[in-house]
T-cell receptor, first 112, second 113 residues
Framework: GQQLNQSPQSMFIQEGEDVSMNCTSSSIFNTWLWYKQDPGEGPVLLIA?????ELTSNGRLTAQFGITRKDSFLNISASIPSDVGIYFCAGQNYNQGGKLIFGQGTELSVKP | DAGVTQSPTHLIKTRGQHVTLRCSPI?????VSWYQQVLGQGPQFIFQYYEKEERGRGNFPDRFSARQFPNYSSELNVNALLLGDSALYLCASTPRDRGPEAFFGQGTRLTVV
């Protein structure tokens, strides 16, 4: 099925470091969302972006809606061990109802 | 407030059998969507229902069907199970027809043997 291109696929970082990940698409989206998924759990919504160029923060997390509407970025500052998990981007188009298209995920590992 | 609840949490079925998965959305949410997540991949859209009507269908065979009840809970049915149907099945609820903020349940882990 259709998916977004998310990179990197995995990251191994030291506690306290900053993290950046991104998501690109060949088509535009009206909304970008970022989720975190822990093992055995469902994805948890972190940030939702609604307008091209929008920059939104949620604590140590900051995400941006690319001006081309074909990409989005998520940054995590001063990582901590509980940031470990898989981060997914998701895009949505109004003409496709509530359907979300997900990336393949970025697996984040944090060394204390 | 209760989040999205799914049942059962784990299930083992044999090839060829039928399975029914259940989902209760967040109170006040009228839209329910189903996703399939195989290991190592992002969730794939299966269905969306809003006010008991199907609003969208993903690229899945007709063996997959769903429905939404008057209390907005939902069932996902899969017939003639294949080994490849083994996955985490996620239910998400949104307050509006077109979301977009979807809140997910913990999922049902289906294993087909």
């Amino acid at each position: 099925g259709q998916q977004l291109n998310q990179s990197p696929q995995s990251m191994f970082i030291q506690e306290g470091e900053d993290v950046s990940m991104n998501c690109t698409s060949s088509s535009i989206f009206n909304t970008w969302l970022w989720y975190k998924q822990d093992p055995g759990e469902g994805p948890v919504l972190l940030i939702a972006l609604y307008k091209a160029g929008e920059l939104t923060s949620n604590g140590r997390l900051t995400a941006q809606f690319g001006i081309t509407r074909k990409d989005s970025f998520l940054n995590i500052s001063a990582s901590i061990p509980s940031d470990v998990g898989i981060y997914f981007c998701a895009g949505q188009n109004y003409n496709q109802g509530g359907k979300l298209i997900f990336g393949q995920g970025t697996e984040l590992s944090v060394k204390p | 407030d209760a989040g999205v609840t799914q049942s059962p949490t784990h299930l083992i079925k044999t090839r060829g059998q039928h399975v029914t998965l259940r989902c209760s959305p967040i109170s006040g949410h009228k839209s329910v969507s189903w996703y399939q997540q195989v290991l190592g991949q992002g969730p794939q859209f299966i269905f969306q229902y809003y006010e008991k009507e199907e609003r969208g269908r993903g690229n899945f065979p007709d063996r997959f069907s769903a429905r939404q009840f008057p209390n907005y809970s939902s069932e996902l049915n899969v017939n003639a199970l294949l080994l490849g149907d083994s996955a985490l099945y996620l239910c998400a609820s949104t307050p509006r027809d077109r979301g977009p903020e979807a809140f997910f349940g913990q999922g049902t882990r289906l294993t087909v043997v």
